[in-house]
């Protein structure tokens, strides 16, 4: 006899689906954990991409142009973004930062990469710490904000040499910012690198990485017309296939625009928005409009005024270029600070080094305090969002320190004896030169130069950035860009005399960025031994010496 049995398929089938479900809510657990700690965000860093559900990791189109808008997929896309560099501010404020972004009401972060600071000694890189990219995008993708990525390798942001490492310029036929073979190879093994941490955070792998920008203001430079489709092309072989952007500013938008790439640009004032769109218009057609960098404020130079512009000035400017159709990213947002020796410089009439502060009078203080900029900017951005704004986080505390006098101290001609050994050379070294850090110079700081004499005369030479001249340890003056001669007084028996020399921030923007080697050019004079001491931004100090042909 034949035995028949009832199929059990529905039971299977449910079972099926109860474990999809049950798999869900474990994904779902996983994708919404908050770093606890610092191993766990650096693993949870890791595991990122991959706890991504397979629809996320699906995304197709990304952000794109459709006639005069923006999309992102299929949606119209608004771009209000504001600028904020992980360089500039304490790890440990990053999230602080961020959320009051989020609650102003803008969805994109938008950060420049600073090369210099990466690679600090050439093949050697840094992403660690304050300098961690990934974690820095990571936190604002948990935020809820999408990222623009300004990787230049050129980027100026008033920093030191505009982001490039000071050791390119050991090659004394260096031409930066061109398709020279000696800089197009350095910016090749930095994206190789660089890259390879980019890319799995875009948009079509599931991050929030959505436009990426292709080098920065170079209409304004403008020396090599190869320069930026070698740039463009760095990019989309090492894996960038999100929306590639220029910006550049009312001097460089005419010769900055290249084929593929969409253009935009960079203002303060709303006067200009409408030349400035209307030029676009003219050259890449009907494209979405963005100011890129509507500056909120601007940068300080020592000795100079702190700059400031008024808040009501700022809601006028971003609502004009709101109605006028044009997303827009408010750079900065918030500045921060200059740590160490990484400011930049001005060099047009004359030489202006940038301030420690990178304050900006941006929309957040340097210490992440509200502005009033940032209570209207609030309310604008409330009132075309749709829905209401995360509530503004509470100030963090700040603590006030007692003023402090030191009881001690050390000279830095009684620290000398203690140095290291000097080194040699024939004529002055310039600081990117000396044979330090691995072979890579010194990037800042100061560098003493030494010599002895054995009359008076009159010493001339080109300093950059400027020099505090001694003889034996009294200060007798300095040399500088205006400054290239000084009377050395008559001595006695053996005498030193000696330049300490201080770099002041190389040129971030213009023209003169090839020729900003620091120290001591060749001087003049009755000259016979010269020594150095470096004082590198590590201070770790050391001694370096050699002997000076007395010129003919």
């Not at 044009?326 to 004359?350: D, P, Q, R, V, W």
């Not at 860009?481 to 971030?508: C, F, M, S, W």
């Amino acid at each position: 006899m034949t035995t028949w049995s009832v199929p059990r398929r529905p039971s299977r089938v449910f079972g099926l689906l109860m474990l999809v479900v049950l798999s869900l809510l474990v994904l779902r657990r996983y994708l919404h954990l908050k770093p606890r700690s610092c191993d766990h965000e650096v693993a949870q860093r890791l595991d990122w991409h991959h706890l991504l559900s397979p629809w996320r990791r699906r995304r197709q189109s990304g952000l794109h142009t459709q006639g005069q808008n923006f999309m992102l997929e299929d949606s119209t896309f608004w771009i209000f973004g504001g600028s904020v560099h992980y360089f500039r501010v304490p790890k440990a404020y990053w999230r602080d930062r961020l959320m009051k972004m989020k609650a102003c009401g803008l969805n994109t972060l938008t950060t420049y990469v600073p090369w210099n600071l990466h690679e600090p000694q050439r093949g050697t890189f840094d992403f660690s710490g304050n300098l961690d990219l990934e974690a820095f995008v990571l936190m604002a993708a948990e935020i809820g904000l999408w990222v623009i990525l300004r990787p230049g390798p050129y980027i100026c942001s008033e920093i030191d040499l505009g982001g490039l490492p000071s050791w390119l310029l050991q090659d004394s036929g260096m031409r930066l910012r061109t398709t020279y073979k000696g800089f197009t190879e350095a910016v090749d093994l930095y994206f190789d690198h660089l890259m390879s941490r980019v890319v799995p955070l875009q948009y079509k792998h599931g991050g929030p990485i959505i436009a990426v920008q292709v080098e920065n203001e170079y209409g304004s430079y403008n020396k090599d017309p190869a320069y930026m489709p070698y740039v463009k092309k760095a990019l989309e072989d090492r894996g960038i296939v999100e929306l590639l952007l220029t910006s550049d500013n009312k001097d460089g938008l005419s010769k900055g625009v290249i084929h593929g790439v969409l253009a935009t640009i960079n203002l303060q004032s709303k006067h200009e928005l409408q030349s400035l769109s209307a030029f676009l218009s003219s050259v890449q057609g009907v494209q979405p409009k963005m100011v890129m960098e509507y500056w909120t404020g601007w940068f300080d130079s020592w000795g100079g005024p702190h700059n400031i512009l008024d808040s009501s000035d700022v809601l006028k400017t971003v609502s004009a270029i709101i109605d006028a159709g044009s997303s827009i990213n408010l750079y900065m947002f918030h500045g921060g600070t200059n740590f160490g020796f990484i400011n930049g410089a001005m060099h047009f009439h004359e030489y202006k080094s940038d301030v420690t502060s990178y304050d900006y009078d941006a929309v957040l203080t340097e210490a992440g305090d509200y502005t009033a900029k940032y209570t209207k900017l609030r309310e604008l951005f409330g009132s075309i969002s749709g829905g209401p704004l995360p509530a503004p986080p509470e100030l963090l505390p700040k603590t006030a320190y007692e003023p402090l006098m030191p009881a001690l101290y050390l000279s830095l001609w009684d620290a000398l004896q203690f140095l290291g050994e000097p080194t040699r050379s024939e004529k002055p070294i310039n600081m990117e030169n000396l044979p330090i850090n691995n072979g890579s110079g010194q990037s800042f700081g100061y560098t003493l130069y030494e010599t002895t004499i054995d009359s008076s005369g009159v010493l001339s030479g080109l300093v950059r950035d400027r020099g505090q001249v001694f003889v034996n340890t009294v200060s007798v003056g300095f040399l500088d860009y205006e400054r290239k001669k000084i009377a050395i007084p008559l001595t006695q028996g053996y005498t030193v005399l000696r330049i300490l020399v201080e770099n002041r921030g190389r040129v971030n923007y213009g023209d003169a960025i090839d020729d900003q080697r620091k120290g001591s050019a060749p001087a003049h004079g009755a000259l016979s031994r010269k020594h150095l001491c470096s004082l590198p931004s590590s201070w770790e100090p050391c001694l370096l010496a050699f002997p000076l042909r007395t010129p003919s």
